[in-house]
């Protein structure tokens, strides 16, 4: 993210060199097989646990060609798979992109009793094992839970369907967009909203022209990171899903089942495209950080 | 448009900040509010801006109470410390912002909006900077766009909380005299706050000397200047030297040797460096000093100097008469002061 000034002195520019600058530059400098070695043992690092799978997710899709890779996709299971991800996520993401501007919004710039628990709350999906998590709902909507009869009386079903999936996803990824938030509106302060209101802006012209373009970056950040989150999720989703096929199977669970199921190709069509969001996903957050000069500073 | 605050207590977290100030500002009035970091000036501009609610008393603008008129409606212009422009803005989209956030009747139209705001620009000669944004200006730049953005909705009242304050000397100086001269052509009420001596005396009509929560004086710059009401004042106004003396049948006696008999009561004097009388022969109503350093750089010549006392002061003669005396470090000279003050003890300061 940022390029690390290390180690540089100009000696060129340097009229004299004194003996301390020789001896600070020698030491921020190893040998050179020292170097190799170490980059070596970095890149093989990488290699071995990063690099390699994902190629290996690519080839083993790609294994009987083409058209059985797309033939793999359109299976109506897995199809379906792709389409409740994608409902999950938009549904999810808006959602939590509210929550996280108010609670940042909140703990930014106001004081008040109880704003270190409610800081300390954020984190707690980040904390909490996402299997967990998926139990608490359980515990919460299921036919045995605290409003399960509630639910019942009113023909509302939470968990085993598709609300429960979402409710499970945002609370796995609420942290996301406020945790951005908080630190850059906090140096920010609140003296250009308070400039604003005194000239006559109101509480939505404030947060709509100065508030929200000030955090805009952060907040595009965030809701990536977010996103990339919601796809992923398997933990609290496979709890709360209940695997009907074709119904409330995300993509995630849906590479898990074709896999159990040794349909290797499906399996891994469907990680493939996984795989290719994150690596989208890695994209436009390097792209945002490059375009960005004002948020990277922060 | 006139500012009339009445009772206003105001505590952070019970720790007491304004201890029932009362003020008034009169329509085209240009006032200073001076006082060391931590008196409650500040907070008194923003409780009148309506940013902070007072915990009792009364706000009127104009003769109306305020009391429930939220901060965008008290009509008041408000420059920030650190200026607080919207730093995602250009500078023209700065100034345009008051203008561009009117809704309804009052609302310009854009050509208007267009035309106003360079009107604004040429006036801080800035016009050619429309496109740049905040952080591509120096200090001084930001603040003079700091503040036609807050004239550009035509307020009747204009606080500037600290307007120089992070700038350096010779721009400071500039903007003074400029800010002097455009509230004498606009006629806006205003109070500016500052913890600068010279430019609270300098810029303003009248003085509100602050201290630790409380109005310690108000007057004109002459009046607080040369009649300090209390101790706090005489010393926060300029340079003062501090003696210790007695007071008996209305003479003063220089020296606090011995204890003070029943008819005498023990005093703290104070002197202005520029209010010395400096000599070489000794006379009835002068003492002895011994000269430790001298300062000729400046428009006076600085002498430091230590009494028969024991204690250490400061004189300003003229270059002339340093001459003429033909001064050295080490000499001995004897000083008559020429203007005393000794304030009752109820206003010492603490």
């Known amino acids: ?117 409610l800081t300390t709350l954020i984190d707690l999906p980040f904390t909490v094992s996402p299997v967990i ?62 400039a604003a209101l005194l000239l006559g802006a109101n509480g939505w012209q404030t947060f709509r022209r100065i508030t929200l373009p000030n955090i805009k970056w952060a907040l595009v950040y965030g809701l990536i990171l977010c996103t990339a989150r919601a796809v992923g999720e398997f933990g609290a989703v496979s ?44 994209l436009v957050k390097n792209i945002i950080e490059r375009f960005s000069p004002e948020f990277v500073k922060k | ?59 009127m603008l104009h003769d109306e109470d305020v009391a429930k008129v939220q901060a965008g409606k008290r009509k008041v212009g408000f420059v920030f410390q650190h200026y607080a422009l919207f730093r995602h803005m250009t500078v023209f989209e700065n100034v345009a912002f008051g203008l561009r956030v009117r809704r309804g009747a009052s609302r310009l139209a854009k050509g208007a909006i267009r035309q106003k705001v360079t009107k604004l620009l040429q006036l801080i000669q800035m016009e050619n900077l429309a496109d740049r944004y905040p952080h591509q200006l120096s200090g001084g730049q930001r603040q003079r766009v700091a503040l036609v953005r807050a004239l550009a909705v035509e307020p009747k009242i204009l606080l500037l909380d600290e307007p120089f304050g992070s700038l350096d000397a010779r721009v400071r100086q500039e903007l003074r005299t400029w800010l002097r001269k455009l509230h004498d052509e606009i006629h806006l009420t205003g109070i500016f706050v500052t ?36 101790e706090f004042v005489m010393t926060f106004l300029g340079n003062v030297n501090l003696f210790h003396g007695r007071v008996e049948d209305g003479k003063i006696t220089l020296g606090q040797a011995g204890s003070a008999t029943d008819t005498q009561i023990i005093t703290r004097l104070f002197v202005r460096p520029h209010d010395f009388e400096v000599s070489r022969t000794p006379a009835a109503d002068n003492f002895q000093a011994a000269i430790l350093r001298i300062n000729a750089a400046g428009p006076n010549v600085r002498l ?26 080490g000499d001995t000279v004897y000083v008559k002061p020429r203007n005393v003050r000794v304030f009752p003890p109820n206003h010492k300061a603490d």
């Open chain 2, 304 to 329: 430091e100097l230590k009494s028969r006392f024991n204690e250490e002061f400061a004189a300003d003669i003229s270059h002339e008469l340093a001459r003429s005396l033909n001064l050295n470090a």
């Open chain 1, 239 to 282: 709890v709360v899903s209940g695997h009907i096929r074709g119904q409330t199977n995300t993509m995630t669970l849906q590479v898990e089942i074709l896999f159990n199921e040794y349909n290797f190709v499906g399996a891994f069509a469907a990680a493939s495209l996984l795989s290719a969001f994150a690596l989208v996903t890695l």
């Open chain 2, 195 to 230: 913890h600068d001596q010279e430019e609270a005396l300098e810029v303003a009509d009248r003085v509100v000397v602050m201290d630790q929560g409380k109005i310690e004086q108000v007057g004109t710059p002459q009046e607080v200047f040369h009649n300090p009401a209390s």
């Open chain 1, 1 to 117: 993210m940022v390029q690390q000034a290390y180690g540089e002195i100009k000696l060129e520019q340097a009229g004299t060199i004194r003996p301390t600058h020789r001896q600070a530059a020698v030491r921020n400098t190893e040998s050179a097989p020292v170097r190799w070695a170490l980059t070596g043992i970095a890149l093989l690092f990488l290699g071995l646990f990063l690099f390699l799978p994902l190629l290996l997710v690519f080839i083993e899709a790609f294994r009987n060609g083409i058209a059985t890779y797309i033939a793999a996709l359109r299976n109506d299971e897995t199809f379906s798979a792709i389409c409740l991800t994608l409902l999950v996520v938009a549904v999810a993401v808006p959602i939590n992109a509210v929550f996280g501007i108010a609670a940042a919004w909140l703990i930014a710039k106001h004081d008040f009793r109880g704003k270190s628990i």
């Open chain 1, 133 to 194: 998590a998926g139990l608490l709902f359980i515990l919460l909507f299921g036919a045995n839970g605290w409003l399960g009869p509630w639910l019942a009386e009113r023909d509302l079903k939470v968990v085993f369907a598709v609300p429960g999936i979402v409710i499970a996803t945002m609370f796995v990824t609420f942290p996301f967009v406020a945790r951005e938030l908080v630190p850059l509106m906090q140096v920010q302060g609140d003296e250009e909203e308070q």
């Open chain 2, 1 to 59: 448009m006139s500012i009339e605050v009445t009772n206003i207590i105001k505590s952070f977290n019970e720790q007491p900040v304004l201890k029932d100030i009362s003020l008034r500002v009169d329509t085209g009035e240009l006032v200073a509010l001076l006082g060391p970091s931590g008196c409650g000036k500040t907070t008194l501009l923003r409780v009148i801006a309506g940013l902070e609610l007072p915990d009792s008393g009364r706000i």
